[in-house]
């Protein structure tokens, strides 16, 4: 099992940037992938970055040109790094992490989540 602790939420002013940190802890040698997804209130989760061991990484198309995600797998760690925030960009932000056990068995975990608040 594989444990997720997010932080770098907070409040910060349109335009501003933050930078959230995810830890994970437990059996990770099996994880080959991490990311950041997000729900705003009244909305469904949403993915915003992924990125793989080997370093591949996928943004949602609201995060392009923005936020920049990275690995630091020495220490099993996945950033998220957010400019030009937007008030939309208001919500929870979730770490998540994949896991391949073995041919057909994957779990995935997730973090309790940080608010970021975007406004003036």
């Known amino acids: 099992q594989v444990q997720l602790v997010e932080s770098g939420g907070g409040l910060v002013q349109p335009g501003g940037s933050l930078r959230l940190s995810c830890v994970a802890s437990?059996?990770?040698?099996?994880?080959?992938?991490m990311g950041w997804y997000r729900q705003a209130a009244g909305k469904q989760r949403e993915l915003v970055a992924t990125i793989t061991n080997g370093g591949t990484p996928n943004y949602a198309d609201s995060a392009k040109g923005r936020f920049t995600i990275s690995r630091d797998r020495a220490q099993n760690t996945v950033y998220l790094n957010m400019n030009s925030l937007k008030p939309e960009d208001t919500a929870v932000y979730y770490c998540?992490?994949?896991?391949?056990?073995?041919?057909?068995?994957?779990?995935?975990?997730w973090g309790q989540g940080t608010q970021v608040t975007v406004s003036s």
């Open positions: 998540y992490a994949h896991e391949l056990v073995r041919a057909f068995v994957v779990r995935d975990y």
């Open positions: 437990g059996s990770i040698s099996n994880v080959n992938s």
